[in-house]
T-cell receptor, first 111, second 115 residues
């Protein structure tokens, strides 16, 4: 199974950009890169996903390396509400249903 | 409706009790999932249903029994649980497709305590 590695924790100041890295050196050619976050006492929440090209949505941007062995989730202006555990996940398997979470990065946002 | 609804939100049960967790979605998703999450740990996949059929069982003990009575509903029947089964149980749904580009929608979970 393709795995991801992320830093255990990161800190950011409020209203500054945050770059959350993820390494996935064993990614296969058709694996999508997904990012989810989990706020305290809530279920995981979809943030963004991509395959090869960089992606933007209202929540974040996803920058994918040309060789696809790493990616970076970018929060353009961190707010206190962005404090959460961020998970980088590869969607793999015959039907993409073996959705396995890694340990994730705990993001703290300082006022 | 873009939500996955889980009930109850909290459940306390004894080791000899039988209880059920319920999960419902009306997004037309044909894949539904159960995850278990212990404190400070990532969610762990338990079961996957695709088109109402069990497609993945991650070697979960038989005291957990999933059921998918229709395309909108997923149950998890609990019997003779142990205190170490206390955890947050999360339900999720997604499109059931060979394409892997679809995201998952998660419910808020049921906080289970086994006493």
């Amino acid at each position: 199974d393709a795995k991801t590695t992320q830093p255990n924790s990161m800190e950011s100041n409020e209203e500054e950009p945050v770059h959350l890295p993820c390494n996935h050196s064993t990614i296969s050619g058709t694996d999508y890169i997904h990012w989810y976050r989990q706020l305290p006492s809530q279920g995981p929440e979809y943030v963004i996903h991509g395959l090869t090209s960089n992606v933007n949505n209202r929540m974040a941007s996803l920058a994918i390396a040309e060789d696809r062995k790493s990616s970076t989730l970018i929060l353009h202006r961190a707010t206190l509400r962005d404090a959460a555990v961020y998970y980088c996940i590869l969607r793999e398997g015959n039907y993409g249903q073996n959705f396995v979470f890694g340990p994730g990065t705990r993001l703290s946002v300082l006022p | 409706d873009t939500e996955v609804t889980q009930t109850p939100k909290h459940l306390v049960m004894g080791m000899t009790n039988k209880k059920s967790l319920k999960c419902e979605q009306h997004m037309g998703h044909r894949a539904m999932y159960w995850y278990k999450q212990k404190a400070k740990k990532p969610p762990e996949l338990m079961f996957v249903y695709s088109y109402e059929k069990l497609s993945i069982n991650e070697s979960v003990p038989s005291r957990f029994s999933p059921e998918c009575p229709n395309s909108s509903l997923l149950n998890l029947h609990l019997h003779a649980l142990q205190p170490e089964d206390s955890a947050l149980y999360l339900c999720a749904s997604s499109q059931a497709s060979r394409g892997r580009g679809y995201g998952y929608t998660f419910g808020s979970g049921t906080r289970l305590t086994v006493v």
